[in-house]
C-alpha cells in the first residue's frame, strides 16, 4: 500500500514538472476519469527535459499499469490560437465546398463486434489535390501544417524533430458528419471480462506505427453554420460514451493533441444544421486532420506546387477534343498508383453514362464477399473509387482518358489504377478481393461494349483488350 502511494506522488510529480505548455497560448490537459478534462487553463510550469521516442513510447505504455489516470494528462490536451483568426479565415475562404472529396470513416468495433466503416456526410482533401491550384493556399497550408506538427511536438514534450507526419488532410464534415469513437492505431473492441477497450491482435490496422495524432479547428459554428460537431474523448470502460468532461468545443484555432492508441479513443459528433441562425448555406464544420510516426520512412511526401501541370492538361484536354491526357505522375511520390490496365471506350458509348452506370454496377457488388467489404464515391466528375474494408488498398477507375494510339473504334479509354499509402503492401485479402471484384466488372464491360450490331473487328478488338486486362489482375478469374 505504502509503494502505491509513494508511486503515485512520484507519478504526480512527474506530472508537475513535465506536464508541456506554450507560453504564448492557452493550454489545458485532460485528465483521466475524474472529470478533470479538456478545461481551458493556463499554465507556467517549465520543461525541463524533453522525451526521445522510446522514452515517449514508455510513458505512453505506462498508462497501461496501475496510475494510468496519472499518465493520461501528460498524452493528451488542447492548445489555444495555434494559428490567429485571420490566418485560418483566409484558408477557409480558399476552400471551395467542390474541392473535397467523400471519404471513408474509421474501422472499429461496439460492443458486440459489429462493424463501422463509414460516417456520413465526411469529405476530405490532401496535399496530392492541393498542390495543383491556388499556390497562395497550398503555401499557406504547409505553413500552418508546420505549425501544428511543431505545437504537437512540444506539447507532448518530445524532443525538436522527434514527430513526423504521416498524413495530412483538411476534413470537412456536413450535416450529420460525425465519427464514432476509434483509436488511429489499432481496431478495438470491449472485452466482455474487463468491460474495458483494447486492441483485438487478430485485426490489422492500417496505420500500427502512428504515435500522435492533431485535429485543429479552422471554423467557428456561427461562421459554418452549424451546431455540434464537437471533437470528444471517449471512457475505455463504458463502451466509447463520451467521457465526463472529455467534450472539446469547436473554435477556430484551437488545437486538440493525443496518442494514437485505445488510451484516447476519440470521435466526433454529429454535425447539425444551425436552424437559428437564419442561414440557408449548408452546415460545413472544417479542421486540419494530421497523424503522427516516428519512422522517418514513413514520413508524407509534400509534392511541389506545380499549377503549370493542371493549365497544360486545360491545353492539352482542348487539343484532344475535350478528352484527358494520361495522367504523369510524380516518379519521387511514394503514394503514386500502380497503372492495372487501360480499357477503350468504344466511340458509341458516351464515357459520363458509362461512369454512371459502372458506378451502379460496384454500389451492386460493395457487400461482396462480406457487408461494407467496399466503399464506392464518385471523385469529381469523371472517376470512381472503390475503397477496400481494411483500407490497405484501393483502386479508381477513371473515364474519358484518351489513348496513347487512337483507333478506328475506339478514342477515349478507362484507365483503373491501384493506389495504396506509399509505405504499406496492400493486403493478401485486398488482392483477392480486388481480383474478384475487377473480374467481375470486366465481365460487366462485355455485356456493355461487345454489341451484336457493331462489326465483327470492333467487338474482336474489344474482346482482346478485354482479356488483356484480366491478365494484370494478382489472381485469376474463378
Same mark, same amino acid.
Given at each position: 500500500?505504502?509503494?502505491?502511494?509513494?508511486?503515485?506522488?512520484?507519478?504526480?510529480?512527474?506530472?508537475?514538472?513535465?506536464?508541456?505548455?506554450?507560453?504564448?497560448?492557452? &493550454?489545458?490537459?485532460?485528465? #483521466?476519469?475524474?472529470?478533470?478534462?479538456?478545461?481551458? =487553463?493556463?499554465?507556467?510550469?517549465?520543461? +525541463?527535459?524533453?522525451?526521445?521516442?522510446?522514452?515517449?513510447?514508455?510513458?505512453?505504455?505506462?498508462?497501461?499499469?496501475?496510475?494510468?489516470?496519472?499518465? %493520461?494528462?501528460?498524452?493528451? #490536451?488542447?492548445?489555444?490560437?495555434?494559428?490567429?483568426?485571420?490566418?485560418?479565415?483566409?484558408?477557409?475562404?480558399? %476552400?471551395?465546398?467542390?474541392?473535397?472529396?467523400?471519404?471513408?470513416?474509421?474501422?472499429?468495433?461496439?460492443?458486440?463486434?459489429?462493424?463501422?466503416?463509414?460516417?456520413?456526410?465526411?469529405?476530405?482533401?490532401?496535399?496530392?489535390?492541393?498542390?495543383?491550384? +491556388?499556390?497562395?493556399?497550398?503555401?499557406? %497550408?504547409?505553413?500552418?501544417?508546420?505549425?501544428?506538427?511543431?505545437?504537437?511536438?512540444?506539447?507532448?514534450?518530445?524532443?525538436?524533430?522527434?514527430?513526423?507526419?504521416?498524413?495530412?488532410?483538411?476534413?470537412?464534415?456536413?450535416?450529420?458528419?460525425?465519427?464514432?469513437?476509434?483509436?488511429?492505431?489499432?481496431?478495438?473492441?470491449?472485452?466482455?471480462?474487463?468491460?474495458?477497450?483494447?486492441?483485438?491482435?487478430?485485426?490489422? &490496422?492500417?496505420?500500427?506505427? !502512428?504515435?500522435?495524432?492533431?485535429?485543429?479547428?479552422?471554423?467557428?459554428?456561427?461562421?459554418?453554420?452549424?451546431? #455540434?460537431?464537437?471533437?470528444?474523448?471517449?471512457?475505455?470502460?463504458?463502451?466509447?460514451?463520451?467521457?465526463?468532461?472529455?467534450?472539446?468545443?469547436?473554435?477556430? $484555432?484551437?488545437?486538440?493533441?493525443?496518442?494514437? #492508441?485505445?488510451?484516447?479513443?476519440?470521435?466526433?459528433?454529429?454535425?447539425?444544421?444551425?436552424?437559428?441562425?437564419?442561414? /440557408?448555406?449548408?452546415?460545413?464544420?472544417?479542421?486540419?486532420?494530421?497523424?503522427?510516426?516516428? /519512422?522517418? =520512412?514513413?514520413?508524407?511526401?509534400?509534392?511541389?506546387? &506545380?499549377?503549370?501541370?493542371?493549365?497544360?492538361?486545360?491545353?492539352?484536354?482542348?487539343?484532344?477534343?475535350?478528352?484527358?491526357?494520361?495522367?504523369?505522375?510524380?516518379?519521387?511520390?511514394?503514394?503514386?498508383?500502380?497503372?492495372?490496365?487501360?480499357?477503350?471506350?468504344? /466511340?458509341?458509348?458516351?464515357?459520363? =453514362?458509362?461512369?454512371?452506370?459502372? $458506378?451502379?454496377?460496384?454500389?451492386?457488388?460493395? +457487400?461482396?464477399?462480406?457487408?461494407?467489404?467496399?466503399?464506392?464515391?464518385?471523385? $469529381?466528375?469523371?472517376?470512381?473509387?472503390?475503397?477496400?474494408? /481494411?483500407? *490497405?488498398?484501393?483502386?479508381?477507375?477513371?473515364?474519358?482518358?484518351?489513348?496513347?494510339?487512337?483507333? *478506328?473504334?475506339?478514342?477515349?479509354?478507362?484507365?483503373?489504377?491501384? &493506389?495504396?499509402?506509399?509505405?504499406?503492401?496492400?493486403?493478401?485479402?485486398?488482392?483477392?478481393?480486388?481480383?474478384? %471484384?475487377?473480374? $467481375?466488372?470486366?465481365?460487366?464491360?462485355?455485356?456493355?461494349?461487345?454489341?451484336? *450490331?457493331?462489326?465483327?473487328?470492333?467487338?474482336?478488338?474489344?474482346?482482346?483488350?478485354?482479356?488483356?486486362?484480366?491478365?494484370?489482375?494478382?489472381? !485469376?478469374?474463378?
Amino acid at each position: 500500500m505504502l509503494y502505491r502511494h509513494t508511486l503515485a506522488v512520484a507519478l504526480a510529480l512527474l506530472f508537475f514538472l513535465y506536464c508541456p505548455t506554450s507560453a504564448a497560448n492557452s &493550454h489545458a490537459a485532460c485528465g #483521466g476519469d475524474d472529470g478533470d478534462t479538456c478545461s481551458d =487553463s493556463s499554465s507556467s510550469t517549465e520543461k +525541463n527535459k524533453c522525451l526521445q521516442p522510446s522514452e515517449f513510447q514508455y510513458r505512453v505504455a505506462s498508462f497501461f499499469g496501475d496510475e494510468g489516470e496519472y499518465v %493520461l494528462p501528460l498524452l493528451r #490536451g488542447t492548445v489555444d490560437n495555434v494559428i490567429s483568426t485571420e490566418d485560418a479565415e483566409e484558408l477557409v475562404d480558399l %476552400l471551395p465546398l467542390s474541392e473535397f472529396v467523400e471519404s471513408s470513416g474509421y474501422e472499429t468495433d461496439n460492443k458486440d463486434r459489429a462493424q463501422y466503416t463509414a460516417p456520413v456526410a465526411y469529405a476530405g482533401v490532401g496535399l496530392k489535390e492541393l498542390s495543383t491550384s +491556388n499556390e497562395e493556399r497550398y503555401t499557406k %497550408l504547409l505553413d500552418i501544417r508546420e505549425k501544428i506538427r511543431s505545437a504537437t511536438e512540444s506539447s507532448l514534450n518530445l524532443c525538436a524533430g522527434s514527430l513526423k507526419i504521416d498524413y495530412t488532410t483538411i476534413a470537412q464534415k456536413t450535416e450529420g458528419g460525425a465519427h464514432r469513437a476509434h483509436a488511429d492505431n489499432c481496431v478495438h473492441y470491449y472485452d466482455d471480462s474487463t468491460k474495458t477497450a483494447v486492441c483485438d491482435p487478430s485485426r490489422q &490496422h492500417p496505420y500500427p506505427k !502512428r504515435v500522435a495524432a492533431s485535429i485543429l479547428y479552422l471554423n467557428n459554428p456561427t461562421d459554418g453554420n452549424f451546431k #455540434g460537431g464537437e471533437f470528444y474523448f471517449a471512457n475505455r470502460t463504458n463502451f466509447g460514451e463520451v467521457e465526463d468532461s472529455g467534450l472539446v468545443t469547436v473554435a477556430s $484555432g484551437k488545437m486538440i493533441y493525443f496518442t494514437s #492508441g485505445v488510451e484516447n479513443l476519440h470521435g466526433a459528433l454529429p454535425v447539425e444544421r444551425d436552424s437559428l441562425s437564419g442561414q /440557408d448555406y449548408l452546415p460545413r464544420r472544417l479542421a486540419i486532420a494530421m497523424w503522427y510516426v516516428f /519512422d522517418q =520512412s514513413l514520413e508524407e511526401f509534400v509534392p511541389s506546387f &506545380h499549377a503549370s501541370a493542371a493549365a497544360s492538361e486545360e491545353e492539352a484536354k482542348s487539343s484532344l477534343g475535350g478528352l484527358k491526357p494520361r495522367r504523369v505522375h510524380d516518379s519521387n511520390d511514394p503514394n503514386a498508383p500502380k497503372e492495372l490496365f487501360t480499357l477503350p471506350i468504344p /466511340d458509341r458509348i458516351d464515357s459520363t =453514362s458509362f461512369l454512371q452506370s459502372v $458506378g451502379e454496377y460496384l454500389v451492386s457488388q460493395k +457487400n461482396k464477399p462480406l457487408v461494407g467489404s467496399w466503399t464506392i464515391s464518385q471523385y $469529381g466528375e469523371d472517376a470512381l473509387h472503390v475503397l477496400f474494408k /481494411d483500407h *490497405s488498398a484501393m483502386f479508381s477507375l477513371e473515364f474519358g482518358v484518351a489513348l496513347d494510339k487512337a483507333t *478506328s473504334h475506339a478514342k477515349a479509354s478507362v484507365v483503373a489504377e491501384r &493506389h495504396t499509402d506509399g509505405s504499406s503492401a496492400a493486403s493478401l485479402q485486398y488482392m483477392l478481393q480486388e481480383s474478384v %471484384l475487377l473480374h $467481375g466488372l470486366l465481365d460487366y464491360f462485355s455485356q456493355v461494349m461487345l454489341d451484336d *450490331s457493331s462489326d465483327e473487328a470492333e467487338n474482336e478488338y474489344l474482346g482482346q483488350e478485354i482479356e488483356k486486362a484480366r491478365d494484370t489482375l494478382p489472381a !485469376r478469374r474463378a
